[in-house]
């Protein structure tokens, strides 16, 4: 471990209640999801999971309209939760969701849990999730451990640590149990959010405008774009995927994808890696490039008039829309139903 600034217990009620401080007087009050309890804070936690708050807002705003409470989701089919959740990414959150309230309905009265140990029993909710669960939603005490929160600590507490690894892990683990109040923990747990996603920034944290910048280790030896240590990147391998779309009148053929995997319960039509030497297209597309957390696809979509038969179910594009439809799908569905279905028709 290199030098700190010394983590004693001064140290920390100062940290805290400068985190507080700020909050209440810098940080954000207007989310939709704030003040609406710990069933808004659960699915909210969820989408922002890997996704941006801007993002974030619509879905959840129509999530909460067709899902006002946790009994309405559990009742739901999963294809209407999927339909809302289209374009949002990573749908196992959604399978995730949907089956967690099954399961809460059926094994906790209908009411989502109040502590660390049930909540970690629900699929997609691990510690950190359940920590906000729990100092947000519930207004209890509850640690958190997100990216912004790692970075924060690191930097103000000057830990030198991969963040990846299993032992950086634990360490800021550690801290961040170590820093969290018991008073105030909902405002302290939003505070240190906020702070890590408007001031504390990856690569220009805006340092004077900082409510910890008095203690903060970086800051003071000027190496704040050097903790913590940036995670190693792998390259991702590319992949070309023919996106081939039965068209035949005016219907796109689509097929409901396996629940597990890329796109699991999805809509999709034909993915091939490679396209047979026969195939009669008649309209090919701009190709898109979608990433994944592990790999990258460079889409190609055309529509076609071969396969038909093995196709069951047929869908006019504006109908199709409403499906739950992966991104780059529903993106090439826009496009035919908006800028070209009447030369397509005439076409057929
Ligand atoms: S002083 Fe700068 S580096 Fe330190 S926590 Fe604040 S914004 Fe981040």
Not at 128 to 136: D, W
Request: aromatic share 10%.
């Amino acid at each position: 471990m290199t030098e700190s600034v010394g983590t004693n217990e001064l140290l920390k009620d100062n940290f805290a209640l400068s985190v507080v401080t700020w909050q209440e007087k810098f940080g954000r009050h207007h989310l939709p999801w704030q003040h609406s309890g710990a069933y808004a804070t659960w699915i909210s936690e969820i989408m922002l999971q890997q996704t941006q708050v801007e993002t974030v807002i619509n879905y959840f705003k129509k999530f909460m309209t067709q899902f006002p409470n946790i009994a309405a989701l559990a009742n739901a089919n999963i294809d209407e939760v999927l339909a809302i959740w289209s374009g949002l990414g990573y749908y196992a959150r959604a399978r995730n969701i949907h089956k967690s309230a099954q399961m809460i309905v059926n094994d906790f009265d209908g009411k989502l849990p109040s502590n660390i140990e049930d909540l970690m029993k629900l699929p997609g909710i691990g510690p950190s999730t359940a920590g906000a669960i729990m100092a947000l939603g519930h207004k209890h005490y509850g640690v958190i451990l997100d990216g912004n929160v790692k970075r924060i600590l690191s930097r103000c507490f000057g830990r030198h640590l991969d963040g990846q690894s299993h032992h950086a892990q634990k360490q800021l683990w550690q801290l961040s149990y170590w820093v969290t109040p018991e008073k105030n923990c909902h405002i302290y747990t939003q505070g240190i959010m906020d702070l890590g996603s408007s001031v504390c920034h990856k690569l220009h944290p805006q340092c004077n405008q900082c409510p910890i910048q008095s203690i903060c280790y970086a800051h003071k030896y000027n190496i704040t774009p050097h903790l913590p240590y940036p995670k190693v990147k792998k390259n991702k391998p590319s992949f070309t995927k023919h996106l081939v779309i039965p068209y035949h009148q005016g219907k796109l053929g689509l097929m409901k994808r396996p629940n597990t995997g890329i796109w699991g319960g999805l809509w999709v039509p034909f993915i091939l890696d490679e396209l047979p030497k026969e195939i009669s297209t008649f309209r090919t597309y701009h190709s898109i490039k979608h990433i994944f957390t592990h790999q990258t696809w460079i889409i190609k979509p055309l529509l076609a008039n071969d396969h038909l038969d093995q196709i069951e179910h047929w869908f006019y594009p504006e109908d199709a829309l409403q499906l739950g439809i992966p991104k780059p799908v529903r993106d090439v569905i826009e496009i035919i139903h908006h800028d070209q279905i009447n030369t397509l028709q005439e076409v057929e």
